[in-house]
C-alpha cells in the first residue's frame, strides 16, 4: 500500500495520526498541493476529485475519502480499535464521526477557504474552481463555535466523543480544534470540558503526525 | 427499535430506502418538520442536533446520522448486504456514500436551503438559524451539475455506483437526484449513463419509499 499525504493539509492529518495510533508503518508520497500537483494527470488517475489523502492498494487500485481509507486500514490491522468494538459502539464512532465531519471539518473549511488570500478562486476543493464567498466565511466561523459548543456538551458526560474508548472521532475533532487556530478560533474559555479533553488528546504521541 | 422520520425529507429518505430493500419493517413515527417538532424538547433529548432521522434502540438510546443508522441495521439484518461484503468493496461503498454526501447531498442542500422562500433564517439544518447566502444558492446548483457529470463518469464503466453491487451508494444518489428535481436540476441530457442507472434504480420497488 501507499499512502498520499501532504504533511500540512488538515484532511491527510485524520489519516496520519491513524495510522500512528496504530503503529503501521507505510510507504507515504508527499503531494505538494501549493504547486497543483493533486490536478496532474497521473493524481487525477487515482483520485478524480484531485484532493488527499489517497490510498493505492497492492492491486494499484486506489480509495479516497477519509472514512473510507480508515475504514479499510481497520480491518488489515485490527489493534487497536479505532471504529469501535460493539455494534452498537461501532455506530456511534461513525455517528460522531459524521457529526464532526458535517457540523466542524465543513465549517472550517468553509471559513478558511472563502477568506484565505491564497485561495481566491479555489473556495471549494476539487477539480473545479469556485470563488470566494465571503459572507460564507464568516458564517463558517459562527458554526465552528457552535460545533464547539455542542462538543463540549458531548464531554460533559463521556470521557472521549463516542464514549469510554479513545476512537477516529478524536482523531476527526483534534484535527478540528488545530485547524480552526488557522483563523484564530481557539477552544472557548467557558468550554471546560472540550478543554479537559483536548490536553489529553493532544498528549497523545500520535498528535504530532 | 423505533425510527422517527419525515416522509417529505430527503435524508431519511435514505434510511426508507434502506429499510424497504432488506425487507425490514420497523415502527415508524412521523416528525412534523414543517411546524418545527424537531426543535421540541423531547426530540432534542433524541438528538440535539434536530435533526431527522433518529433511530431509537431498544434500550431509548438513540442514533442519528444517516450513515451510522444504516451501519447498524446492516449488522442487525445483514441481507441483503448494502454495505459490500469484502474489506475492499464495503471501503468503495463508504467511499461513495461520503461523496454523494458531500459533493451532491450538502450542494443540493446549499441550493436548496438557501433559496426556499420558506427557509429564510434557516439556511442550515440543525438547532440554529442562519440567514440565507443567495451566492451559495448559485454555487450549490453549480455544484449538483458538477456532481452529476461525476457520477456519469463513474457509471461508464460501473454497473451501479461502488462497483458490480447493488448498495447504499446508489440510494444515496436516487436520493441526491430526485431532491434536485426540487430546484428543476434533471439528468443532464448527455449523461447517458447516468439516465441508465436512474432509470434502473428508480424502478426498483424500493425507490418508492
Redesign the interface.
Known amino acids: 500500500m501507499k499512502f498520499y499525504d501532504c504533511k500540512t493539509a488538515p484532511s491527510p492529518r485524520r489519516v496520519r495520526i491513524f495510522l500512528a495510533e496504530k503503529g503501521i508503518d507505510i510507504e507515504t508520497i508527499q503531494v505538494d498541493l501549493a504547486s497543483g500537483e493533486q490536478f496532474s494527470d497521473e493524481f487525477r488517475q487515482m483520485n478524480?476529485?484531485c484532493v488527499v489523502p489517497v490510498l493505492q492498494?497492492d492491486d494499484g487500485?486506489c480509495?479516497?475519502?477519509v472514512?473510507?481509507?480508515c475504514?479499510?486500514l481497520e480491518?488489515?490491522y485490527p489493534e487497536p480499535p479505532l471504529l469501535g468494538t460493539t455494534?452498537?459502539e461501532?455506530?456511534?464512532v461513525?455517528?460522531w464521526n459524521?457529526?464532526i465531519?458535517?457540523?466542524g471539518l465543513?465549517s472550517m473549511a468553509d471559513a478558511f477557504r472563502n477568506s484565505a488570500k491564497g485561495l481566491s478562486g479555489r473556495a471549494?476543493t476539487?477539480?473545479?474552481g469556485?470563488e470566494q464567498?465571503p459572507?460564507?466565511a464568516e458564517?463558517g466561523r459562527?458554526?465552528v463555535q457552535?460545533f464547539f459548543a455542542?462538543l463540549d456538551?458531548q464531554l460533559a458526560d463521556s470521557t472521549y466523543i463516542a464514549g469510554a474508548n479513545f476512537s477516529m472521532a478524536d482523531i476527526s475533532a483534534l484535527v478540528v480544534v488545530d485547524f480552526a487556530a488557522w483563523i484564530k478560533i481557539g477552544v472557548p474559555d467557558k468550554a471546560a470540558n472540550l478543554a479537559r479533553w483536548y490536553g489529553e488528546i493532544s498528549a497523545r504521541p500520535g498528535a504530532v503526525a
Open positions: 478524480p476529485d492498494l487500485s480509495l479516497s475519502e472514512t473510507a481509507i475504514q479499510y480491518a488489515c455494534v452498537e461501532r455506530a456511534r461513525t455517528m459524521t457529526k465531519e458535517q457540523q465543513l471549494v476539487g477539480s473545479r469556485y464567498i459572507e460564507l458564517r459562527q458554526r457552535q455542542r456538551g
